[in-house]
């Protein structure tokens, strides 16, 4: 396996200092290591794998250096745009590595939500005309790969990407830092669920916080019938929740995170002009990627809530602690108001948090039925 100092290190040697991307869960212990040991310039978490392509260019424009992007390779496509008219060769010729976890390998048991993509991972790289060379937990192979990569990408002046299976990297905790909040998101999941009449409809985002939602759902004996997880397709969600909203009078309770806010942030006006009434849009905000790592987003830094209030949201709230979340179960949830709700929260959930069961084929046809049903 290889220890991610040694990579970071490695790289360096090679010239390699400059880190942007969003993260992902197989390069976890290396993203952890990077975050510790670079300076806030020369490591940034974009809001989404395509602007970091683009920071990427503007380094190299700036440097003439060499710059990596990580990503997941679902983050694929949001990169496809600034590859074919950015990067490439036949555009502006910019150098750079990619670093693309594999999630949803073929011959590998993951996710739903990864497995096209783990699929067409090689031949989309191969349609976009992106080189690839696979690193695995045989370091000198790795190396040897980074190499190749490295080469080429100074060679013919184009994006290379090195693909990155699961369990290559040795453990690294990284830095513990102090929860700057102290309310829960599970907990806080569980008692919107508790507050709620079971005839809204919920939308939930992808990571950790629809995993809680099922469980607290199924705790509360599945009071809320019409509800949705949005397991992959990060930073949509919200729209679907607008789209299954309509004009209706039915209220949509939507759970958003800071990243997936963050990430196609251009949601908040559209929203804000279409759903008249009965949207709440709850944002838990930890401050963090929190399911694929814990890596810091720039929700906190941002004015969540003067964005969604510049962006036309009549309605908006900003929950810190215990006192104001129980103001707002109790006085606001019920109400027939677009609402924009930031709630910020710790890093904490549960080691043993369970998965859906079942296939999202089939939580689609449940909510269709489920709707159908209240009509």
Known sequence: MIHPERLYNYLSQQGVDFYTGVPDSLLKDFLKYVQDHSTAEKNIITANEGLAVALASGYHFK???????????????????????????????????????????????????????????????????????FMDGDESFSFESIDKAISLALAEQKPVALIVPDGIFEKYEGAIKEDEYKLVREDVIGRIIAKLNGNEVVICTTGKSGREFYEANIAANNKIRKYLLSVGAMGHANHIALGVKGQSDKKVIMLDGDGALLMHMGSLPVIAHHAATNYIHVVINNGSHESVGGQPTEGFFADCCGIAKASGYKKIIRITNETELEEWLNDSLASSETQFVEIRTSRQSRSDLGRPTGSPVDWKNDFISALKNDQ
């Open 63 to 133: 440097t003439g250096k060499l710059p990596l992007v990580y990503l997941q390779n679902s983050g694929l496509g949001n990169i496809i745009n600034p590859l074919t008219s950015l990067a490439d060769k036949e555009m502006y010729a910019v150098p750079m590595l990619l670093l693309i976890g594999w999630r949803g390998r073929p011959g590998t048991t993951d996710e739903p939500q990864h497995k096209k993509m783990g699929r067409i991972t090689i031949p989309l790289l191969d349609v976009l005309e992106v080189p690839h060379h």
